[in-house]
């Protein structure tokens, strides 16, 4: 995976509506004040709604997210090397502006 991954999905996704910004001491992507992406630990993390989470982890290409174990973040998946990041990304955002 290329090192500059995140400043390049920062790059393409920041644009007025979208920010970056700081959730939980790691760098995030933000729709008005909701995050809907983050990067941990080299990992990228996206919220998106239960179907398409389901779908993603079933595939294998994510796994709930548990930023401590045994403790799940709802609505939140760990994406996996293999999956498209930038599609899912959009899906991530659009979902959340949704909710807004």
Same mark, same amino acid.
């Given at each position: 995976?290329?090192e ?15 920010t ?23 990992q ?15 595939? !294998? ?8 174990? !045994? ?7 760990l ?14 955002r ?7």
């Amino acid at each position: 995976m290329p090192e500059d991954w995140w400043e390049d999905l920062v790059e393409r996704s920041c644009d007025g509506d979208v920010t970056a910004g700081s959730m939980f001491g790691c760098r995030g992507l933000r729709t008005g004040r909701r995050f809907f992406a983050i990067r941990w630990h080299e990992q990228l993390v996206v919220k998106l709604p239960a179907g398409r989470r389901d779908e993603l982890v079933a595939a !294998g290409q994510a796994e709930p997210f548990e930023p401590m174990p !045994g403790r799940r973040m709802n609505g939140w998946v760990l994406l996996g090397g293999s999956v498209a990041r930038a599609p899912v990304v959009d899906e991530a955002r659009a979902w959340v502006e949704s909710q807004q």
